[in-house]
Nanobody
Framework: QVQLVESGGGSVQPGGSLRLSCTAS????????IGWFRQAPGKQREGVSC????????YYADSVKGRFAISRDGTKNTVYLQMNSLQPEDTAVYYC?????????????????WGQGTQVTVSS
């Protein structure tokens, strides 16, 4: 059983940066793929990035490549999403989630535990 907590969201100007955190308040992230998803009003949930916590392999959606970077801390209990060059279309609620089979794909149904989400707003 894993409890996830996201933090670090907020409001920024276009071109600004934020760093999101995903922390296991209960349990550990060490044996999962950890994905970041986002959902904007009127849109379907979209996979953004994922990291295999076992071997460190990283994945990015085409829309964020070169702007976002996913990483893990040494304890394997926290995953970060550094978000640079933010654009209005990045505005969404961002969620982290666990993939128990380490697939790190873009299907939200393959992730079992989800955090509560953190709001990211980029002004137009």
């Amino acid at each position: 059983q894993v409890q996830l907590v996201e933090s670090g969201g907020g409001s920024v100007q276009p071109g600004g940066s934020l760093r999101l955190s995903c922390t296991a308040s209960e349990g550990t992230l060490a044996y999962y793929g950890i994905g970041w998803f986002r959902q904007a009003p009127g849109k379907q949930r979209e996979g953004v990035s994922c990291i295999n916590m076992s071997d460190g392999t990283k994945y990015y959606a085409d829309s964020v490549k070169g702007r976002f970077a996913i990483s893990r801390d040494g304890t394997k209990n926290t995953v970060y999403l550094q978000m640079n060059s933010l654009q209005p279309e990045d505005t969404a609620v961002y969620y982290c989630a666990t993939d128990p089979f380490l697939r790190c794909n873009w299907y939200s149904a393959d992730y079992n535990y989800w955090g509560q989400g953190t709001q990211v707003t980029v002004s137009s």
